[in-house]
Each structure stands twice: as structure tokens, then as C-alpha cells.
């Protein structure tokens, strides 16, 4: 549906050129931002590097990358505490927007994350944020990459 919507708010009423419908679908074809994170929460070690590195090669900004990385790990990390305190997932996935679809690869993820774990992963983004002002060392793409790959490593090694 998505698709569709972009499609008509791209392209005037009417029917669709097909030079249109395949421009489109080339530029569906990139990588995605978002995936980086459902693929972590898989364990899909790989594909999560594919993404970081390809993010990296189509020009997206670091800054991006991180804050999606970032805005997950805050939300992971406010629904463990939650579980340790015995409340109510429901409300910190309704709190934050989380898609049914999604919901069910978080609970699992959230079995084997504790709330210390997704802090330490929080003060690394502060590193890595660092890097990407210039203001500490390092290449903010390799950190992203080893950022990504501890969560993922961290849901797989636990199963």
C-alpha cells in the first residue's frame, strides 16, 4: 500500500507510464534503512552487514543510520526494563508505534536482551555519534557496523 500511495503522490492522476513503474522499483530495490534493525532482531548477521555497507555506499547519512539504530535500542531498552519491573509490553509497543508485524521478532529479542546490556549498546551510540562531529576517533561506519552486528550477535548467541 505504500507503494501505491508513493506512486500516486509521485506521478499525476492517470495511468502509469512504464519507464514510471520501473524507476520506481529500482529505487525500492536499495537498501532500506529500517531493515537494518529487523534484520539484527532476526540474527541475520550477514544481511545486517550487507545493509550497513551498502547504506554506506549509496551515500546515506551516518547521522540516519544511527538514529534509527539508536531509536530502537531506546525502545528495546525501555521495554526490558519494563519486563524486569513485570509491566506491560503492550503499552511501551503501543508508546512507540511498533507494527504488529514487527512485534512479535522485539518479544523474542526482548528474551534474551537484558536492560544493562541495551545501556552499554546506548553509550556506544553516544561514541559513534562522536565520531561521525569529528569529536572522537574512529570510523563512524565501522562502529555502526560493529554496533548493528553486537545486537545481533546478542539475540543470536543467546538462542
Not at 505504500?2 to 519507464?19: C, F, M, N, T, V
Not at 551516518?62 to 519486563?83: F, I, P, S, T
Not at 507494527?99 to 521478532?105: A, I
Request: charged share 25%.
Amino acid at each position: 500500500m505504500q507503494e501505491i500511495e508513493k506512486l500516486r503522490l509521485l506521478h499525476r492522476p492517470g495511468a502509469l507510464k512504464l519507464d514510471d513503474l520501473l524507476g520506481n522499483l529500482a529505487d525500492s530495490a536499495r537498501f532500506d534503512v529500517y531493515a537494518l534493525t529487523t534484520a539484527a532482531l532476526a540474527g541475520e548477521r550477514a544481511r545486517v552487514q550487507r545493509i550497513v555497507f551498502g547504506l554506506r555506499d549509496e551515500g546515506t547519512s551516518e547521522v540516519l543510520v544511527l538514529w534509527v539504530l539508536a531509536r530502537e535500542l531506546r525502545m528495546l531498552a525501555e521495554a526490558a526494563g519494563v519486563l524486569a519491573r513485570r509491566g506491560s509490553l503492550e503499552t511501551v509497543l503501543t508508546t512507540h508505534r511498533v507494527p504488529r508485524p514487527r512485534q512479535e521478532g522485539i518479544v523474542k529479542a526482548l528474551q534474551k536482551l537484558s536492560p544493562g546490556y541495551l545501556q552499554r549498546m546506548l553509550q556506544q551510540c553516544l561514541q559513534i555519534d562522536l565520531a561521525i562531529k569529528g569529536r572522537a576517533p574512529g570510523d563512524p561506519w565501522l562502529q555502526l557496523a560493529r554496533l548493528a552486528d553486537a545486537l545481533t550477535t546478542a539475540v543470536v548467541r543467546q538462542r
